[in-house]
């Protein structure tokens, strides 16, 4: 049995009849403040799932689905989340100082004033992801995907999104439509 629980008082959130918490199922679980450090979450659902303030450093979260869950103020420093799915997740604060997302799927997830520093996002879909005031520096978006990404206010240099990709190609025009759009973002 794994118990789950609250990372301050030691509540009890949640016991587990498992010996592992890989590929557990838990879409709409309330996690707020769950002490999850270091778990063994490949390929779990947490679709839906709030982890308001949560501690999931170190976890291994590879492959997992988090879409649409609420991670604002968690601690996911260090986490393994390469080919997991965020997609409208809201990260809004989180420390996700050095986390591995590569691969994942972060289109339309709120990072706004999240620690993303030297974080691994190779390959990351980041469309229309909310970054502002979001801090990127040493954040390695080699083919990064920020397409309508808002940027405002985000701390990172020029040179960290000289391999993300920043826009799309237009054939008919033979221009990049999202390019002036996006280097507005970067000016705030």
Known sequence: M????????????????????????????DL???????????????????????DLAEADLTGAVL??????????????????????????????????LAEADLHDANLEGADLQGADLVGADLHHADLRHADLRGADLESAALIGADL????????DLADAVLGEFDPE????????????RLTG
């Open 2 to 29: 794994i118990e789950i629980r609250q990372k301050d008082t030691g509540l009890l959130l949640r016991a587990v009849t498992a010996e592992t918490l890989e590929g557990i199922n838990l879409r709409h679980a």
């Open 32 to 54: 707020c403040g769950a002490d999850l450090h270091g778990a063994h979450l490949a390929s779990a659902n947490l679709e839906d799932a709030d982890l308001t303030g949560a």
């Open 67 to 100: 879409d649409n869950a609420i991670l604002r103020d968690a601690n996911l420093e260090g986490a393994d989340l390469e080919e997991s799915t965020l997609a409208g997740a809201d990260l809004e604060h989180a420390n996700l100082h050095e986390a591995i």
């Open 152 to 159: 405002h206010d985000a701390t990172l240099n020029e040179d």
């Open 173 to 184: 025009t033979g221009e990049d439509e999202d390019e002036v759009e996006d280097e507005d």
